[in-house]
């Protein structure tokens, strides 16, 4: 993970296609890795900056067991430094989390009867890398699932090796233009897109934008992106997400008739496109006669019969898809 310099004690971090050029003791930008006598080493490895029991929809996830909990874990630190990012205060600094040992965390999350497993998410879980890697197949051998919510930020080879241990992802495409990552992220869209295809067909996947007015939200621009989605040829759902003020970003709330026009673009592209943070707009509904087939307004109301439409018999994409009925708040 590392190319060094003994002499100066310098290395470059390969973890991430950020390639962080490092000094003796320097950290890289992520806050979760540093240079320890021309070593890359993980900062934050055993450290945990938040756990939770989520509803499976918050990762969000509406095709993977609906109505389902997992046991949610994420450490310090993040690969990119987006202006609007929500959870600023654990990915944008490094601190001493609470200490555990992927045994103890698989333990933890084997103890939660009614959990489908672990996710790594709230903050960048790919710079957690060796976390993650040391804890998968724990929780894999005890029956449970992996999944993981990420900016898609990670070097090839290391996204290889982790993609057997991993059953469903969500990936943040943030906008479908260099300029954006670039301007807001620090990153770039292509390090993105390169992973998605590289996961495509492999794991459950779903995909997330937040719509920033001003930034992201440009008709043609969604267009290219919802076709680009299509072109993968692979069972997805796209989650178009309203933007509110977090961080250094100040603009105002996403309207609801812009993530409405946005969600009409990406239907004539995707069966099953989503409005995130807007009452209403996580219905799923059939693409074949439009019956409503899965509701998530207080609790999950599943209506499928053996993943299939009621109405019409129409199989509906997804895993788990009648594992919980009537079952989890949203």
Same mark, same amino acid.
């Given at each position: %993970?590392?190319?060094?310099? &003994?002499?100066?004690?310098?290395?470059?971090?390969l973890? +991430?296609?950020?390639?962080?050029?490092?000094?003796?003791?320097?950290?890289?930008r992520?806050?979760?890795?540093?240079?320890?006598?021309?070593?890359?080493?993980? !900062? @934050?490895?055993?450290?945990?900056?938040?756990?939770? %029991?989520?509803?499976?929809?918050? $990762?969000?996830?509406?095709?993977?067991?609906?109505?389902?909990?997992?046991?949610?874990?994420?450490?310090?630190? +993040?690969?990119?430094?987006?202006?609007?990012?929500?959870?600023?205060?654990?990915?944008?600094?490094?601190?001493?989390?609470? &200490?555990?040992?992927?045994?103890?965390?698989?333990?933890?999350?084997?103890?939660?009867?009614?959990?489908?497993?672990?996710?790594?998410?709230?903050?960048?879980?790919?710079?957690?890398?060796?976390?993650?890697?040391?804890?998968?197949?724990?929780?894999?051998?005890?029956?449970?699932?992996?999944?993981?919510?990420?900016?898609?930020t990670?070097?090839?080879?290391?996204?290889?090796?982790?993609?057997?241990?991993?059953d469903?992802?969500?990936?943040?495409? &943030?906008?479908?233009?260099?300029?954006?990552?670039?301007?807001?992220?620090?990153? $770039?869209?292509?390090?993105?897109?390169? @992973?998605?295809?590289?996961?495509?067909?492999?794991?459950?996947?779903?995909v997330?934008?937040?719509?920033?007015?001003?930034?992201?939200?440009?008709?043609?621009?969604?267009?290219?992106?919802?076709?680009?989605?299509?072109?993968?040829?692979?069972p =997805?759902?796209?989650?178009?997400?309203?933007?509110?003020?977090?961080? !250094?970003?100040?603009?105002?709330?996403?309207?609801?008739?812009?993530?409405?026009? =946005?969600? &009409?673009?990406?239907?004539?592209?995707?069966?099953?496109?989503?409005?995130?943070?807007?009452?209403?707009?996580?219905?799923?509904?059939?693409?074949? +006669?439009?019956?409503?087939?899965?509701? !998530?307004?207080?609790?999950?109301?599943?209506?499928?019969?053996?993943g +299939?439409?009621?109405?019409?018999? $129409?199989?509906?994409?997804?895993?788990?898809?009648?594992?919980?009925?009537?079952?989890?708040?949203?």
């Amino acid at each position: %993970m590392t190319n060094a310099n &003994k002499d100066s004690y310098s290395a470059s971090c390969l973890l +991430c296609p950020q390639r962080c050029q490092l000094r003796h003791g320097q950290a890289g930008r992520c806050h979760a890795r540093e240079n320890r006598e021309g070593e890359v080493v993980s !900062r @934050n490895y055993g450290e945990v900056a938040a756990w939770n %029991m989520d509803p499976i929809e918050k $990762k969000p996830l509406y095709h993977y067991y609906p109505g389902s909990w997992i046991f949610s874990v994420g450490g310090f630190g +993040c690969n990119l430094s987006c202006s609007f990012c929500q959870n600023h205060e654990i990915s944008q600094q490094h601190q001493a989390g609470k &200490k555990v040992t992927p045994a103890e965390l698989a333990v933890l999350v084997g103890q939660e009867k009614k959990s489908l497993g672990l996710c790594f998410t709230y903050s960048e879980p790919s710079v957690w890398f060796e976390m993650i890697r040391d804890t998968a197949p724990l929780v894999r051998a005890q029956g449970g699932k992996v999944v993981l919510v990420s900016n898609g930020t990670i070097s090839p080879r290391f996204l290889e090796e982790l993609i057997p241990w991993l059953d469903a992802v969500n990936i943040d495409i &943030k906008a479908f233009s260099e300029e954006f990552y670039q301007h807001y992220c620090g990153g $770039k869209l292509a390090w993105v897109l390169d @992973n998605v295809e590289r996961l495509a067909g492999r794991v459950h996947l779903e995909v997330t934008t937040l719509v920033i007015p001003g930034a992201n939200d440009d008709s043609k621009e969604i267009t290219e992106l919802a076709r680009w989605l299509h072109q993968l040829n692979v069972p =997805l759902a796209w989650h178009l997400s309203g933007y509110h003020p977090a961080y !250094r970003l100040n603009v105002p709330p996403t309207d609801r008739q812009t993530l409405d026009r =946005l969600w &009409k673009i990406g239907k004539e592209w995707l069966p099953y496109v989503y409005l995130g943070n807007v009452r209403g707009g996580d219905t799923t509904f059939c693409p074949q +006669c439009g019956e409503t087939v899965i509701q !998530r307004e207080s609790v999950v109301v599943n209506h499928l019969n053996r993943g +299939c439409c009621p109405k019409c018999g $129409k199989g509906i994409f997804g895993v788990g898809m009648e594992r919980h009925r009537d079952s989890s708040s949203v």
